[in-house]
Nanobody, 123 residues
Framework: QVQLVESGGGLVQAGGSLRLSCAAS????????MGWLRQAPGKEREFVAG????????SYADYVKARFTISRDTAKNTVYLQMNSLKPEDTAVYYC????????????????WGQGTQVTVSS
């Protein structure tokens, strides 16, 4: 079983950048595809980005494509989400999650979750 801890959230102005980190413990992330999902107030949790076990395949939601980049560093057992050109509508709690099967695009696909980190984008 893997434990996940997110960090790097905060308050940023529209157009700015943030890099989220997800540190894993208990098991190497090489066993899992990894993803970032987010939940805004009053909305359902939604997929943001995912990366395969090898890192060779990435998947992005249309609303973040070309602005966000997911990556993984197996040596550090960490997954990252680089977020550029942030918009107020990106404001949400961002969750890191592990998928023991493949790069899932729904919340049901993910088996393990972190506690989340808040990202707030001001206009």
């Amino acid at each position: 079983q893997v434990q996940l801890v997110e960090s790097g959230g905060g308050l940023v102005q529209a157009g700015g950048s943030l890099r989220l980190s997800c540190a894993a413990s208990g098991r190497t992330i090489s066993y899992y595809a990894m993803g970032w999902l987010r939940q805004a107030p009053g909305k359902e949790r939604e997929f943001v980005a995912g990366i395969s076990r090898s890192g060779g395949i990435t998947s992005y939601a249309d609303y973040v494509k070309a602005r966000f980049t997911i990556s993984r560093d197996t040596a550090k057992n960490t997954v990252y989400l680089q977020m550029n050109s942030l918009k107020p509508e990106d404001t949400a709690v961002y969750y890191c999650a592990a998928d023991s099967r493949g790069v899932g695009r729904t919340t049901r696909d993910y088996d393990y979750w972190g506690q989340g980190t808040q990202v707030t984008v001001s206009s």
